[in-house]
């Protein structure tokens, strides 16, 4: 392994900052593990954007507890300036995701009627189900070798005192310590981890409930959002003026009627447009002089018929006593 000295200080706008691991019961021999920092700059910036720094090659086992205790005790930042921490796949934050979520709702249910007007939001807040899961097996999340951090701060100063105490003690040759002084402080790794995993595996029956019941609820307030968005899209017309017709309960006697008068109204806009076309009072008379032989020739049968039972017809008479 190459000496810190001989490593740069800052690679492609990162600065390399040196950190030392101790000799452990799995590994007896001490080791230096390089993170990179630099001003978070996604592709679709967020309000937290300017207060935030990217870290990429974090360690396997770094916890929220192990990144404030590194910026706040070990780079001699103030307690409390560390908002939160997004690790890579666990809890990856996203501007607005709840907003992305109603969306997607609204547009889903939007499909049945393309000109359908976009309804408020209000109606989608509800409690996300990804937030009521079932009680967790491990204490504690493992990353893959390489893998990258979002660290939020309070503000932008605080953001740049940060990446400055970095520097500063990159500069000065400062050894950081993983894991100094938290002993005891994040759940233990090795055989200790998959005890505590076998515990968490088999929750008792108040928590497990308790995880259930947070469930449903959360499920039963989606649906009546639901149902109440969708409610509203069978009362709002589209741009032409027309209601889309969506799957609801039955309709109460006051709609019904309501229907039934504009379905008259508009079969009374529709009787001056029958005979417009020369094609239609052809195709009317074709059917009048139809009906009218249909008819004749159901009463020649009928007349057949009574001639014939007239013939049958049989007078007894029967002798006096």
């Given at each position: 392994?190459?000496?810190?000295?001989?490593?740069?200080?800052?690679?492609?706008?990162?600065?390399?900052?040196?950190?030392?691991?101790?000799?452990?019961?799995?590994?007896?021999?001490?080791?230096?593990?390089?993170?990179?920092?630099?001003?978070?700059?996604?592709?679709?910036?967020?309000?937290?954007?300017?207060?935030?720094?990217?870290?990429?090659?974090?360690?396997?086992?770094?916890?929220?507890?192990?990144?404030?205790?590194?910026?706040?005790?070990?780079?001699?930042?103030?307690?409390?300036?560390?908002?939160?921490?997004?690790?890579?796949?666990?809890?990856?934050?996203?501007?607005?995701?709840?907003?992305?979520?109603?969306?997607?709702?609204?547009?889903?249910?939007?499909?049945?009627?393309?000109?359908?007007?976009?309804?408020?939001?209000?109606?989608?807040?509800?409690?996300?189900?990804?937030?009521?899961?079932?009680?967790?097996?491990?204490?504690?999340?493992?990353?893959?070798?390489?893998?990258?951090?979002?660290?939020?701060?309070?503000?932008?100063?605080?953001?740049?005192?940060?990446?400055?105490?970095?520097?500063?003690?990159?500069?000065?040759?400062?050894?950081?310590?993983?894991?100094?002084?938290?002993e005891g402080k994040v759940p233990a790794l090795g055989s200790a981890r998959y005890l505590n995993h076998q515990r968490l595996q088999y929750p008792d029956k108040r928590t497990l409930l308790e995880s259930v019941d947070n469930y449903m609820t959360a499920f039963a307030a989606k649906e009546a959002a639901r149902a109440r968005l969708l409610a509203r899209h069978r009362q709002e017309p589209d741009e032409d003026g027309f209601i889309t017709v969506t799957r609801g309960g039955k309709v109460?006697?006051?709609?019904?009627?309501?229907?039934?008068?504009?379905?008259?109204?508009?079969?009374?806009?529709?009787?001056?447009?029958?005979?417009?076309?020369?094609?239609?009072?052809?195709?009317?008379?074709?059917?009048?002089?139809?009906?009218?032989?249909?008819?004749?020739?159901?009463?020649?049968?009928?007349?057949?018929?009574?001639?014939?039972?007239?013939?049958?017809?049989?007078?007894?008479?029967?002798?006096?006593?």
């Open positions: 392994m190459a000496p810190t000295s001989a490593i740069p200080q800052m690679i492609s706008k990162y600065i390399v900052l040196p950190i030392s691991i101790p000799a452990s019961d799995s590994f007896s021999t001490p080791a230096t593990h390089y993170l990179y920092l630099r001003p978070h700059e996604p592709k679709i910036p967020d309000p937290t954007t300017p207060r935030s720094l990217f870290l990429v090659n974090v360690p396997f086992d770094a916890t929220h507890v192990h990144i404030r205790h590194l910026f706040s005790t070990q780079l001699g930042l103030s307690r409390g300036r560390v908002e939160d921490v997004y690790f890579e796949g666990i809890g990856q934050k996203r501007a607005g995701a709840e907003s992305e979520s109603r969306a997607a709702e609204e547009q889903r249910i939007e499909r049945r009627g393309k000109k359908r007007k976009r309804a408020g939001r209000n109606e989608g807040d509800t409690n996300d189900l990804e937030d009521t899961k079932l009680p967790e097996i491990w204490d504690r999340e493992l990353h893959r070798c390489g893998s990258t951090a979002v660290v939020v701060f309070v503000d932008r100063p605080s953001a740049e005192a940060a990446l400055h105490a970095a520097k500063r003690a990159r500069k000065e040759g400062k050894e950081i310590i993983w894991s100094e002084e938290l109460d006697a006051a709609k019904q009627e309501e229907a039934r008068e504009r379905a008259e109204k508009q079969k009374e806009k529709q009787k001056g447009l029958e005979d417009f076309y020369r094609f239609q009072t052809r195709e009317k008379r074709k059917e009048k002089a139809g009906e009218l032989i249909r008819k004749f020739e159901e009463d020649k049968e009928k007349v057949k018929r009574l001639r014939e039972r007239r013939g049958r017809f049989r007078v007894s008479v029967l002798p006096r006593t």
